[in-house]
Nanobody, 115 residues
Framework: EVQLVESGGGLVQAGGSLRLSCAAS????????VGWFRQVPGKEREGVAY????????YYGDSVKGRFTISSDNAKKAVYLQMNSLKPEDTAVYYC????????WGQGTQVTVSS
């Protein structure tokens, strides 16, 4: 059974930082693309950042470029999202997903940025 477990969410003031973690089990981390997505109630889920476990390729959405950094640790089957200079509009539930398009999803972790 594939499991993705996110952690690291919480409440932070605008301008602050958070680091999200996604721990995977039941799946090979060889040559996969892992992404972080976020969703606000009433809006579509938005792709935030992606990383390829094979060559380190990364992609960032325009809204987070220059502020967020995605990285992976293949040995630990983990993916991280370092979020700096957070803004209130970054408030959302953040999900990690494996596959492009995503095949497996985590349960999400809430990030709230206060102004």
């Amino acid at each position: 059974e594939v499991q993705l477990v996110e952690s690291g969410g919480g409440l932070v003031q605008a301008g602050g930082s958070l680091r999200l973690s996604c721990a995977a089990s039941g799946i090979s981390f060889v040559d996969v693309t892992v992404g972080w997505f976020r969703q606000v109630p009433g809006k579509e889920r938005e792709g935030v950042a992606y990383v390829s476990s094979s060559d380190g390729w990364t992609y960032y959405g325009d809204s987070v470029k220059g502020r967020f950094t995605i990285s992976s640790d293949n040995a630990k089957k983990a993916v991280y999202l370092q979020m700096n200079s957070l803004k209130p509009e970054d408030t959302a539930v953040y999900y990690c997903a494996v596959g492009l398009p995503p095949e497996y999803w985590g349960q999400g972790t809430q990030v709230t940025v206060s102004s």
